[in-house]
């Protein structure tokens, strides 16, 4: 991908932008995700082109996804750390150039001029000019040193969750984990009724969950059947812990921390009376927008669970916490290098809190299925664990694997769902979510 801008300044307002979103990700500790939907809003104003953003984005991605290979890289050949402290801005100008230049593959000329254009318009930067053109000269010539070759799975994964994934699944999985975690993952699309025909229509691959994949980028509304409502994003993974209801077809769920509302889709889709609970407006509100385009009717409510109460219990009940989101690292490379154990611990404090608030709004015989989309046993198996251990009203109910596609690969010996990234390596992998069906006995 190259940027569309011709002329003497060509791609430096997109390298501007990625510089922009990736001081907002490493410096100011901004969310990968907040950091483009800000720079969206912001560089419309400069008129920049859907390609331009699309390869200020390319780059950003990159060098998070690289960034232990990156940094080795730099180290390699300057003083990295002391730069950080003269000029954090020449610094990231050195990591989006070395994410151009040693995976991007882009020409050597146009990463070194841009990068000493911008350099000359920031007061702090202008004077490592000569340092920036080295650096980048010199990667350009020599490539990726041979450590930041091999292992490349184990040197962009942060060290805090390699160390947690290699307890909790072992190395040889922890490296797989890892390697997954280098491809940019496809586009996942839950048909709104299954409907046989429409992953070929629409140039995507059915998958045997029933989730529809996309390979080649595409913008999202204007891949066919957004206008009509016949699809919604949402990762394979994702879609599967609404399935574990079975039939609900007339049945209530209560859909707690339901915004944006992948999950309250699945289920009114299926016919069920969904009451979507969410303390955050805005976010509700876009669950709102999505559920008119998909013509679907939900009641939406906003409230803190831990406060709200539904009028009578539900027999059926959906609690989606929220979580470190380490599941999601194909997504948001930002995660590793922006939480850490200190976030996972409170995570599971309220993670706690919110089952024990979801309890009692299950009906006798109804169902409680917790999930998040975290890799870390504190926020999925352990949380379970300890759940059951204060509510002797509760029994989980292992999933089986008819129940999803014969998919066995993702139940964990408990019984509960537990998918990987490295999952389905030959159909391009899937987030890493947890969850466990609870029947109130
Ligand atoms: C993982 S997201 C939910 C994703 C959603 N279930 C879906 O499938 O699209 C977690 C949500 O929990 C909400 N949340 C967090 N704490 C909450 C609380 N105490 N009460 C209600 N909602 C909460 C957040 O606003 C956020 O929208």
Same mark, same amino acid.
């Given at each position: ?39 969206a ?8 082109t859907d390609r331009?953003r699309a390869?200020?984005?390319?780059? &950003? ?15 390699? $050949? ?27 593959? &882009? ?27 080295? $650096? ?51 586009l996942?699309?839950?048909?709104? #009724? ?6 070929? =229509? ?8 029933? #989730?529809?994949?996309l390979?080649a980028s595409k913008q999202i509304e204007k891949i066919q059947?957004y ?6 994003v ?26 944006? +509302? ?11 009376? &969904?009451?979507? &609970? ?32 539904? =009028? ?8 989606? %916490? ?39 709004? $299950?009906?006798?015989? +109804? ?21 059951? %251990?204060?509510?002797? %009203? ?6 089986? #694997? ?40």
């Amino acid at each position: 991908m190259t940027p569309s801008q011709s002329g003497p300044d060509q791609g430096v307002d997109s390298r501007a932008l990625a510089a922009k979103i990736l001081a907002a990700v490493l410096d100011d500790g901004q969310p990968l995700a907040e950091a483009l939907a800000t720079s969206a809003t912001q560089t419309a104003a400069q008129k920049l082109t859907d390609r331009d953003r699309a390869f200020a984005r390319a780059i &950003v991605m990159t060098a998070l996804r690289r960034y232990g290979q990156i940094e080795t890289a730099l180290a390699a $050949v300057a003083d990295i750390k002391r730069l950080r402290r003269k000029s954090a801005y020449a610094r990231l100008l050195l990591i989006n150039g070395a994410a151009e230049l040693l995976f991007l593959k &882009v020409s050597a000329h146009a990463v070194v001029d841009c990068a000493n254009r911008l350099a000359r318009k920031n007061r702090h930067a202008q004077h490592f000019r000569p340092l920036i053109n080295a $650096v980048l000269r010199r990667l350009a010539h020599d490539g990726l040193p041979e450590e930041a070759k091999n292992e490349e799975a184990r040197l962009n994964a942060p060290d805090w969750l390699w160390k947690r994934w290699r307890n909790e699944f072992g190395d040889a999985v922890a490296n797989e984990i890892a390697v997954a975690h280098l491809l940019e993952p496809p586009l996942d699309l839950t048909p709104k #009724s299954p409907s046989p025909g429409l992953a070929e =229509e629409i140039g995507g691959e059915q998958l045997p969950t029933g #989730s529809i994949r996309l390979t080649a980028s595409k913008q999202i509304e204007k891949i066919q059947g957004y206008d009509e409502g016949l699809w919604w994003v949402q990762d394979a993974a994702a879609a599967l812990p609404a399935q574990l209801f079975g039939n609900v077809r007339d049945k209530t769920v209560i859909d707690l921390c339901a915004a944006p +509302g992948g999950k309250t889709a699945q289920l009114a889709a299926l016919g069920a009376n &969904v009451m979507s &609970v969410d303390q955050s407006s805005t976010r509700l509100a876009r669950l709102e927008s999505n559920m008119r385009r998909l013509d679907l009717r939900v009641a939406a409510v906003v409230a803190n669970i831990e406060e709200w109460r539904p =009028e009578q219990p539900a027999p059926c009940v959906l609690l989606d %916490a929220p979580c470190a989101a380490t599941g999601t690292l194909r997504r948001h490379p930002d995660i590793g290098l922006l939480k850490g154990p200190k976030d996972i611990q409170s995570l599971a404090e309220v993670q706690a809190r919110l089952l024990d608030a979801a309890a009692p709004m $299950v009906a006798q015989a +109804g169902v409680l299925i917790y999930c998040t989309c975290s890799l870390e046993p504190e926020e999925g198996r352990e949380q379970i664990e300890s759940f059951l %251990a204060r509510n002797a %009203a509760f029994a989980r109910q292992p999933i089986q #694997s008819t129940e999803i596609a014969d998919q066995v690969e993702f139940i964990s010996p408990g019984g509960d769902l537990r998918t990987l990234p490295s999952h389905w390596r030959d159909l391009g992998g899937l987030d890493g979510f947890y969850a466990a069906r609870l029947v109130h006995r």
